[in-house]
């Protein structure tokens, strides 16, 4: 029987208030989203490990995020593009969700190298 280890709400603070930036990113036109991802870079050098592979799932999922943006851009210009929006907020969402789940489990994103979830 494996026990979760004991995690201060201190040390998960700003990670969460990065995800939640993140997920306002959705309702200020991605403003929020710059300042979570200035904040990951200069809280990753600092953290525990565990938290470090959060920081690292955060700031991969702003760069993703803004390479499938890119590209559904591009291709608004031919109207696919507008079908990929959505998905790329529900991709976002997801995300965030997955990152906030298993920050509160005190465990790092199973997969954070994943282009995905």
Known sequence: MSTSPVVSKDEITV????????????????????????????????????????????????????????????????????LIWPLLMIWLIVRCVIGLRDLRRGQPPANPGSWLW
């Open 15 to 82: 990670p969460q208030i990065i995800y939640v930036l993140y997920l306002a990113g959705l309702l200020t036109a991605n403003v929020t989203l710059l300042i979570g991802v200035i904040m990951a870079y200069v809280y990753q050098g600092d953290a525990a490990p565990w938290l470090r592979e959060h920081y690292r799932y955060q700031v991969r999922t702003f760069w993703i995020g803004v390479l499938y943006s890119l590209i559904a851009f591009v291709l608004s210009l031919i109207v696919v593009g507008i």
